[in-house]
């Protein structure tokens, strides 16, 4: 045991030993093998593949961003038309409004008139119908007039008579 022991401390400088610092570092490098091999290779593996998982979440993220920007300016682009197309509906509306005004405002007065026209006639057919019958009248009355004129011989102040009756007469008559 002593030979061992001196074995151990052959070389040894300054109270370490040699042969513990080989065995150390055997069992050091055998222990990076061992982790390389089982932990070092599948955390890589492990990392490799989030690495790409974040690098396609990425890529769909700024996809997903751009598609959002492209739909944002079409609905942009898509509002402002419907908004024309509503603008031009109103001033359809409106300029539609103001014909229909136009017209039932041309007809109003073409009726009016019309009805002006019409009932200037009738006013007129009137108007002859009474001065017909005034003629009428005054002929019945002159023949009565002069019937009774030739019954009697009259003076100057009957034949005044006969006429402010026969004027009265006219007058009721209307």
Do not use: C
């Not at 022991?5 to 109270?15: D, K, P, Q, Y």
């Not at 039932?104 to 009016?112: F, G, L, N």
Request: proline share 1%; hydrophobic share 40%; aromatic share 6%.
């Amino acid at each position: 045991m002593h030979f061992y022991s001196e074995f151990l401390t052959l070389g040894a400088v300054g109270g370490l030993r040699t042969a513990d610092m080989i065995f150390t570092l055997v069992s050091f490098i055998v222990l990076l093998a061992l982790l390389k091999k089982f932990a070092w290779g599948p955390l890589m593996d492990v990392m490799e593949k989030r690495e790409e998982y974040v690098k396609d979440e990425i890529e769909t993220a700024e996809k997903n961003r751009k598609e959002a920007e492209i739909a944002s300016k079409e609905a942009t682009a898509q509002l402002r038309q419907t908004k024309e197309e509503a603008q031009k509906i109103i001033d359809d509306a409106r300029n539609t409004g103001k014909q229909e005004e136009q017209k039932i405002i041309q007809t109003a007065r073409e009726e009016a008139t019309r009805l002006k026209e019409a009932a200037e006639a009738d006013i007129q057919n009137e108007k002859e119908k009474a001065i017909q019958a005034l003629q009428d009248q005054v002929a019945s009355l002159s023949v009565l007039i002069a019937s009774k004129v030739i019954e009697k011989e009259i003076s100057a102040q009957d034949q005044e008579k006969l006429i402010s009756e026969y004027i009265k007469e006219v007058g009721e008559e209307r």
